[in-house]
């Protein structure tokens, strides 16, 4: 790798995201402003931002790693990703998010639902999930930066981690939402391009878009040799029905992920962020092709490596990926792009992948900043001072957490367990189980009380953390908790049930809870509900 | 189909090709359309009588 050219691009697109957040910073000046970026966003800019924080690092080092592993049937995940995590997210949620929103003068998401149901206390509550819940998933989107700069720079991980976390945090805490949107635009167009050529590259290298898949699919019986045993039936075809890895691709990766999106706090707040529902039209259409490139492509392009190890690197012929890049999934993405693709595209992807981490890194620490300074701190404990201020300090110890989890968990967890795909599966999990059902019934049903909605988080919450603590055996055995309290690695050690991710028992059990609970609670005033529901069919 | 086996890859290859054209067509024939919704001011005197209203006007001034 030739050191000037990357410094080169590197200083460049520093220099221009330097330059935005200065914009933003000079055009920051209120709460609304540090929390919505001022309600008056442009539609390129909120599906742009909106893209480019649900697409990390995760997505394509984590995703596309993972896919190298279980082949193209992640592309379901793509299909999910465009049509639930945009059109149904934005046609049927952001509409009413927008506009309830607006009646309501909400800044965040946990504000939106507390406004809604008259509780500062369960603003405060998801706010604390929030704050509790997000750095995991943060800390693996940082892991994935750092291990790709550690990749391309072979400089040490800790030392690319705690730059990539201060030049992140000097933006987000200086500009606010602003300077993440500004960024996010700009890096989610870095990723488009990047996206796109390292696809053209791929099927050039490979002989072309057929030959490429039939050279995958011609290498099913080593894949069936090497991962048979749990369902693997080739990389071009879908695991075995309710084997181990259908179970983890079905339940963790596909729905984990492509449910999980509705209910994402630092995505559902930028539907509050633009001043009309043209906006959110117009964002459709950039949003659902942007998502179709930034998922489709890793998904694709990491089966395809499979192809390139195998047969076209003469350093690891006759290795598939995972065992290229020494049975860390996490590795197979930098490798690839280190030894398939040409100096300069390493400079140019090494910028994409940097984009990827920083615009959702800066969404998320943003998003538990707020739910710290202003639903905990402000809101349900009742405190006053400088809004912006108090929001800064709070980004600033989300920051913090998060840095020290990138640091610590490489240690807790093996890197072949994928934790970085694991790790925002889960988190996207749990956010659905939690938020999901209050979320819908708060914009659609008049009569969602209070009881229903705390039923529901309650239930979402304890039962995907039970889930993950007891049985889903990759979380419960380096979790140890299981061990310590019944002696053994998972309370379903042996069975299916060990590999089922916690959301397809934890959304159900939450939607239950939230519609049996709910006919006992308190109705909520009808004033209010017509406040909420102004200009709302 | 492109050489990928079975049912269900291509049909996933399929189905995100589809969504996306869905996504774009959607917003091209709405691309002008939803109208703007002015903020709701709830310090404004209309909103007198209304608690949440009256709530939010508070915490606004307050923050």
């Given at each position: 790798?030739?050191?000037?050219?990357?410094?080169?691009?590197?200083a460049?697109?520093?220099?221009?995201v330097?330059?935005?957040?200065?914009?933003?910073?000079?055009?920051?000046?209120?709460?609304?402003d540090?929390?919505?970026?001022?309600r008056?966003?442009?539609?390129?800019?909120?599906a742009?931002?909106?893209?480019?924080?649900?697409?990390?690092?995760?997505?394509?080092?984590?995703?596309?790693g993972?896919?190298?592993?279980?082949?193209?049937?992640?592309l379901?995940?793509?299909?999910?990703?465009?049509?639930?995590?945009?059109?149904?997210?934005f046609v049927?949620?952001?509409?009413?998010?927008?506009?309830?929103?607006l009646n309501?003068?909400?800044?965040?998401?946990?504000?939106?639902?507390?406004?809604?149901?008259?509780?500062?206390g369960?603003?405060?509550?998801?706010?604390?999930?929030?704050?509790?819940?997000?750095p995991?998933?943060?800390?693996?989107?940082?892991?994935?930066?750092?291990?790709?700069?550690?990749q391309i720079l072979?400089?040490?991980y800790?030392v690319?981690?705690?730059?990539?976390?201060?030049?992140i945090?000097v933006?987000v805490?200086?500009g606010?939402?602003?300077?993440?949107?500004?960024?996010?635009?700009?890096q989610?167009?870095?990723?488009?391009?990047?996206?796109?050529t390292?696809l053209?590259?791929?099927?050039?290298?490979?002989?072309?878009?057929?030959?490429a898949h039939?050279r995958?699919?011609?290498?099913k019986e080593?894949?069936?040799a090497?991962?048979?045993?749990?369902?693997?039936?080739?990389?071009?075809s879908?695991?075995?029905?309710?084997?181990?890895?259908w179970?983890?691709?079905?339940?963790t990766i596909?729905?984990?992920v492509?449910?999980?999106?509705?209910?994402?706090?630092?995505?559902?707040?930028?539907?509050?962020?633009?001043?009309?529902?043209?906006e959110?039209?117009r964002?459709?259409?950039?949003?659902?092709?942007?998502i179709?490139?930034?998922?489709?492509?890793?998904?694709?392009?990491g089966?395809?490596?499979?192809?390139?190890?195998?047969?076209?690197?003469?350093?690891t012929e006759?290795?598939?990926a995972i065992?290229?890049?020494?049975?860390?999934?996490?590795?197979?993405?930098p490798?690839?792009?280190?030894?398939a693709?040409?100096?300069?595209?390493?400079?140019?992807?090494?910028?994409?992948l940097?984009?990827a981490a920083?615009?959702?890194?800066?969404?998320?620490?943003?998003?538990m900043?707020?739910?710290?300074?202003?639903?905990?701190?402000?809101?349900?404990?009742?405190?006053?001072?400088?809004?912006?201020?108090?929001n800064?300090?709070?980004?600033?110890?989300?920051?913090?957490?998060?840095?020290?989890l990138?640091w610590?968990?490489p240690i807790?967890?093996e890197g072949?367990?994928?934790?970085?795909?694991?790790?925002?599966?889960?988190?996207?999990?749990?956010?659905?189980?939690?938020?999901?059902?209050m979320?819908?019934?708060a914009?659609?049903?008049?009569?969602m009380?209070?009881?229903?909605?705390?039923?529901g988080?309650?239930?979402?919450?304890l039962?995907?953390?039970?889930w993950?603590?007891?049985i889903?055996?990759?979380?419960s055995?380096?979790?140890l908790?299981?061990?310590?309290?019944?002696?053994?690695?998972?309370?379903?050690?042996?069975?299916?049930?060990?590999?089922?991710?916690p959301?397809?028992?934890?959304?159900?059990?939450?939607i239950?809870?939230?519609?049996?609970?709910?006919?006992?609670?308190r109705?909520?005033?009808?004033?209010?509900?017509?406040?909420?529901?102004?200009?709302?069919? | 189909?492109?050489?990928l086996?079975?049912?269900?890859?291509?049909?996933g290859f399929?189905?995100s090709?589809?969504?996306?054209?869905?996504?774009?067509?959607?917003g091209?024939?709405?691309w002008?359309?939803?109208?703007?919704?002015?903020e709701?001011?709830?310090?404004?005197?209309q909103w007198?009588?209304n608690?949440?209203?009256?709530?939010?006007?508070?915490d606004?001034?307050?923050?």
């Open positions: 790798m030739s050191i000037p050219l990357l410094a080169a691009v590197v460049v697109y520093l220099c221009i330097a330059y935005l957040s200065h914009q933003a910073f000079r055009a920051t000046h209120s709460a609304a540090y929390m919505l970026a001022g008056k966003t442009h539609p390129f800019v909120m742009m931002s909106y893209g480019a924080t649900f697409i990390s690092t995760s997505a394509i080092v984590g995703f596309g993972a896919a190298a592993v279980f082949g193209m049937s992640l379901w995940l793509t299909f999910l990703t465009i049509f639930v995590g945009v059109f149904v997210a049927f949620f952001g509409r009413r998010t927008r506009r309830m929103g309501l003068n909400a800044h965040t998401f946990p504000e939106f639902l507390g406004r809604r149901f008259q509780s500062k369960l603003q405060g509550a998801a706010g604390l999930l929030i704050f509790v819940a997000m995991l998933y943060a800390s693996v989107v940082l892991m994935g930066g750092g291990a790709f700069v550690t072979e400089v040490d800790n690319a981690l705690f730059f990539l976390t201060l030049i945090a933006y805490v200086l606010g939402l602003k300077a993440v949107m500004y960024t996010d635009a700009f989610g167009s870095v990723m488009f391009a990047g996206m796109v390292l053209l590259f791929t099927y050039y290298k490979l002989g072309g878009v057929t030959v039939e995958l699919t011609g290498m080593i894949a069936i090497t991962f048979g045993a749990r369902g693997h039936t080739g990389w071009t879908f695991p075995a029905f309710a084997s181990e890895y179970l983890v691709v079905v339940t596909i729905l984990g492509g449910i999980g999106v509705l209910a994402q706090p630092q995505l559902i707040v930028r539907f509050m962020t633009v001043d009309s529902d043209r959110l039209n964002a459709v259409l950039i949003g659902g092709i942007f179709m490139v930034a998922v489709g492509v890793a998904f694709i392009v089966p395809l490596s499979n192809v390139f190890f195998y047969y076209e690197n003469p350093a006759g290795q598939i065992a290229a890049a020494g049975r860390n999934v996490d590795q197979i993405i490798l690839y792009i280190s030894q693709m040409p100096q300069w595209f390493t400079a140019l992807f090494m910028v994409t940097l984009s920083m615009s959702t890194l800066s969404s998320q620490f943003h998003a900043g707020t739910s710290l300074g202003r639903d905990i701190y402000e809101q349900a404990l009742g405190q006053k001072g400088n809004s912006v201020l108090i800064r300090i709070g980004v600033l110890f989300a920051i913090a957490i998060s840095y020290f990138a610590g968990l807790l967890f072949g367990t994928a934790i970085i795909a694991r790790g925002t599966a889960i988190f996207f999990g749990i956010c659905a189980a939690a938020f999901l059902p979320y819908f019934g914009i659609y049903f008049k009569r009380t209070l009881a229903g909605a705390y039923a988080m309650l239930t979402g919450t039962v995907s953390l039970f993950i603590l007891f889903r055996i990759n979380e055995r380096p979790l908790l299981c061990k310590a309290l019944f002696g053994v690695d998972s309370l379903a050690e042996g069975t299916l049930w060990a590999v089922v991710d959301l397809v028992i934890a959304l159900p059990a939450s239950l809870a939230t519609v049996l609970v709910n006919g006992w609670g109705p909520v005033c009808e004033q209010h509900v017509e406040t909420c529901f102004r200009r709302i069919a | 189909m492109l050489g086996e079975g049912v269900a890859v291509p049909l399929l189905l090709i589809m969504s996306t054209v869905l996504c774009a067509v959607y091209f024939v709405n002008n359309r939803g109208d703007r919704v002015e709701l001011d709830p310090c404004n005197p007198e009588g608690e949440t209203a009256r709530n939010i006007c508070r606004t001034r307050s923050s």
